[in-house]
Structures are given as structure tokens and as C-alpha cells.
């Protein structure tokens, strides 16, 4: 049994997630994150340490992607379309559905905004996607003759899964992000007992003690309330995909059980592409949410809510 690793990025940082395993002879690259705090090399892993020569799809068995954030999925189009990997990618449905979404937002924020040169163009993203396998929980996929992979639900977002990988008699688990607290529009992370070798895991909050959820839930909610009250306006900025609609699940149960009548907006930019695939993709989501998206007449059950266009 063997397992060596080689860590491209997210080891002691908080972004461009990559790691490269390697499993008796078997090399799996899991995540293919950008840095978003840099906008020179160091945005993207350092590749050159998989494979000197460029020749990726050789040095690689399989890439992993375990959720569409983009400190894990924003250099893929990079890696496969200019550096030239063609090997099998990996990937939840909902991650293969939201991915190019997140990815083309992020592209046209960068180069049509802001004047960024252009890293990959929306071809080269629609081109990558085409690479790409799309998994579903617990179902265990034969990768070649040796590797077998098994995605398990991660909560975190949408589509997120932790990793499991076997080759002969060595296994291990890479998490990626994942959540052991349901929220509203998720449940929390689930995993079989399996015997491994090794585990690689998300570890941000590792050491950081917080207030519980609701304690924090209960004092945003009189922060926007005692705004609104008093005749103000509360801007929320917030990721389109998975924090957005879970604010928007909390503030329209608060409105319900207050009876406020105040009108609630949000953006019909890139948060109306990711409600319509919420509402395709709902086994992935909380019960819960599931039937709140089921007996709801507008989006994401918010009764009083507009769309505000932009």
C-alpha cells in the first residue's frame, strides 16, 4: 500500500484547492481551484509540478471537482482547454449543471468589467464541461481496470460531495468543503464507515469557536428588522448560489411569523439562473426546501418578494 500527496494549493491558504493524490500508481488530481485574492501566476496551482513537460493527460488518471465554488473549480477550463489535459473529470450533476454559470459570471465580471485579461473564453468553458462525467451520490464509478471513486453527500452547496477513492488495498477520502449542520435548503454531510488510509479535509474553522447558528440567524434578523422599522433600506450582498437562497429562506419565514408587509428584492442577474436549477435539481435538496419550492407560486417561496432587474 502506498499513498503519496502532493498539495498544489489550499495547504495552509484559503483557496485554489488542489491536490494530487497518488494511490499505488494511480494519480488523482481532487479540485482544480483559482486563488481570488491574486491575479498574477499565482492564481492558478502551480501544474508543472505534476508533469514537467506538459503532458497532463498522461500524468493523471482522473481529475475530482467536489462542488462549483471557485477556489475549486475556477481553473479547470484553464488546465483542460490551454494547458491541454483530456483525461476523465469528475463530478456531481447539480456541480456539472452550476459550474459554467459560476465560471462564465466570473469570466465576465474579470475581462467585460473590470478589463482583466482574459484566462479562458466562454468557448473554452463549454468545451471543458464537455469533458466532464457527472456523478451522483453513492454510486460507485470503475475509473480503469484499478480505480474505483464514490461520491458521498457534502451539504456545503448544492451538488457538493466529499470523495472516495480506492486502488488495490489503499483507500482514502478527500472532503472538499462540507457541512455536519443542515441548513435550510440542505442537509448536513453523510459518509458510510469505511476502513481508510487516509483523509483529506476541510479544516478553515477547524479551531474557531462561533455562536451557534440561530444565535447569529436571530441577531441578523433584528439587525434587518430594527433597520426596516425605522423607515431604512438593507442592502444584503451574498453569492448567488447557496447563500442567497438560504437568506432568502430566512428572511421569508421571519416576514411570515412578524406579518411584515416591507417588500423584499433581490437580483435577477445570475440568482434567477440558480433558482431555476434549484427547482430542476431539488432531490439534492432539504426536504424541507423541496416542498417549500413545491407549494410556492414565485421563486424560492418568498410570497412578498420582486425580482429587480438589473
Request: proline share 3%.
Amino acid at each position: 500500500m502506498a499513498i503519496d500527496c502532493l498539495v498544489l494549493g489550499a495547504g495552509q491558504e484559503v483557496g485554489k484547492s488542489c491536490v494530487v493524490a497518488t494511490i499505488n500508481g494511480k494519480r488523482i488530481m481532487f479540485d482544480c481551484g483559482m486563488h481570488m485574492g491574486f491575479l498574477d501566476h499565482r492564481r492558478y496551482p502551480d501544474f508543472s509540478m505534476i508533469s514537467p513537460s506538459g503532458d497532463f493527460t498522461t500524468a493523471l488518471s482522473c481529475i475530482i471537482i467536489t462542488h462549483f465554488h471557485l477556489d475549486h473549480i475556477g481553473a479547470l477550463p484553464y488546465f483542460t482547454e490551454v494547458c491541454g489535459y483530456n483525461g476523465p473529470i469528475y463530478m456531481t450533476y447539480p456541480t456539472k449543471a452550476l459550474g459554467p454559470l459560476m465560471l462564465e459570471d466570473y469570466r465576465k465580471v474579470m475581462v467585460d468589467r473590470r478589463g482583466e485579461e482574459e484566462q479562458f473564453t466562454a468557448e473554452n468553458i463549454m468545451e471543458c464541461m464537455k469533458k466532464v462525467i457527472a456523478v451522483d451520490v453513492k454510486q460507485t464509478v470503475q475509473v480503469d481496470n484499478d480505480l474505483q471513486i464514490r461520491a458521498y453527500y457534502a451539504g456545503h452547496v448544492l451538488g457538493a460531495a466529499m470523495f472516495y477513492a480506492r486502488v488495490g488495498d489503499a483507500a482514502m477520502v478527500y472532503t472538499g468543503d462540507y457541512n455536519m449542520t443542515p441548513d435550510r435548503h440542505l442537509g448536513s454531510a453523510q459518509i458510510d464507515r469505511l476502513q481508510l488510509d487516509l483523509v483529506i479535509t476541510e479544516s478553515t474553522y477547524a479551531n474557531t469557536f462561533r455562536d451557534s447558528k440561530y444565535a447569529r440567524e436571530r441577531e441578523f434578523l433584528q439587525a434587518v428588522h430594527s433597520c426596516v422599522a425605522a423607515g431604512g433600506k438593507v442592502l444584503i450582498p451574498t453569492f448567488a448560489l447557496g447563500r442567497a437562497q438560504e437568506i432568502c429562506m430566512l428572511l421569508d419565514d421571519y416576514w411570515e411569523r412578524m406579518n411584515l408587509k416591507v417588500p423584499i428584492y433581490f437580483s435577477a442577474g445570475l440568482t434567477v439562473q440558480a433558482n431555476m436549477y434549484y427547482k430542476m435539481l431539488i432531490n439534492w435538496t432539504s426536504q424541507k426546501y423541496a416542498v417549500l419550492i413545491g407549494h410556492s407560486s414565485m421563486l424560492l417561496g418568498l410570497v412578498y418578494s420582486l425580482l429587480l432587474r438589473e
